[in-house]
């Protein structure tokens, strides 16, 4: 193939792309400054990666603390059975990398050294789902169902900066392994007028409407946020439940929202439609016995293309617009 006709070559920036709207505010890396806070007030927090911490905003962990960071190379593996060493002397590790390597290349690890022993090993897995335009090999499109299948296994899916600051200290906190989601760079803030409190297990309503419920977690949270302040302007009113923590799920909450007549009930999240959020709220709603109408809003069974996020985001039905199209599809 000649040089004119090869395929042109993605940039860094549509790898590692950013999440935020033109104009919305955003705080630049609140993972790596969230776990500097959390170390000043307990000395037995480390940091752990597999040459990524640049890219997963430990670097500003490293920085302040480099007698308390651990490079460990290009060995996710070693990484997670280091991280379940270093947890049975007492330490708690915050160990990175991409979600991709973290799920597919370090599961075994993760299951056997870290799970079956449910020590305090918490990992934080940046570009998850669709935020990455490298295609198949970085997309960890279905990283949540490789994850939820593990006993004990309490998982993440952050919306914004704000949520992402108050679930470090709250992992730490929490007694066992922990798999979050990351966005890492310049994060959105949205959450803040809410008077938001992130708390592991609880799903936050954050707008009431009497048409729609979405039910949505990590990014796809913000985007629903858009959608109903849209719609809201074309009479369809719509209600947003936020649902950060994927394992365990809010039952309670998620099934008196869902119960309310009259809504159609969607999901909403930034992962394959296999094994995430959706199906874990459509099977509570069968074995509870909640009769709704329910649509879903993912990413497909398939691997997906590289290319521009925002082109994909709408060719694979997570943007903004294509969620307002399909509610409304739904609603006619």
Do not use: W
């Not at 970085?138 to 994850?147: G, K, S, V, Y």
């Not at 109903?228 to 008196?256: G, M």
Request: contains cysteine; proline residues 5%; glycine residues 8%.
């Amino acid at each position: 193939m000649s040089q004119s006709q090869s395929k042109p070559r993605l940039t860094t920036s549509a790898m590692i792309a950013s999440i935020a709207e033109e104009g919305q505010e955003t705080r630049s890396a609140p993972f790596g400054h969230a776990l500097v806070e959390l170390a000043r007030q307990r000395q037995n927090i480390v940091g752990m990666t597999a040459d990524l911490a640049k890219y997963t905003d430990l670097h500003i962990f490293a920085q302040a603390y480099p007698d308390r960071f651990f490079q460990m190379g290009m060995a996710e593996q070693l990484l997670m059975g280091a991280a379940g060493g270093m947890a049975k002397e007492g330490f708690i590790p915050f160990v990175t990398t991409y979600a991709v390597f973290a799920t597919r290349r370090a599961y075994d690890f993760i299951h056997q050294v870290i799970a079956e022993e449910h020590l305090n090993v918490k990992i934080a897995a940046a570009l998850p789902g669709l935020t990455t335009g490298y295609g198949p090999s970085h997309q960890a499109t279905e990283d949540m169902a490789i994850m939820r299948g593990i006993p004990g296994m309490t998982i993440i899916d952050p919306c914004d900066a704000l949520d992402i600051e108050q679930a470090v200290p709250a992992m730490a906190e929490h007694n066992g392994p922990v798999y979050l989601r990351l966005l890492r760079g310049k994060v959105p803030v949205v959450l803040d007028k809410y008077h938001y409190r992130f708390e592991i297990g609880k799903a936050k309503l954050l707008e009431d409407g009497k048409d729609v419920l979405i039910i949505a977690s990590g990014l796809m949270t913000m985007r629903a946020l858009a959608v109903a302040e849209q719609l809201r302007k074309e009479n369809i009113s719509v209600a947003v439940l936020h649902s950060p923590t994927i394992k365990p799920l809010d039952e309670k909450t998620i099934l008196e929202q869902a119960a309310k007549p009259g809504r159609l009930v969607i999901t909403a999240e930034n992962h394959t439609a296999v094994g995430g959020l959706s199906e874990a709220v459509a099977s509570l709603l069968m074995r509870k016995g909640v009769h709704v109408d329910f649509d879903t809003i993912a990413l497909p069974d398939a691997f997906l293309d590289a290319g521009a996020l925002p082109t994909l985001h709408d060719r694979y039905g997570i943007s903004i617009a294509m969620m307002i199209e399909k509610i409304k599809a739904r609603l006619k």
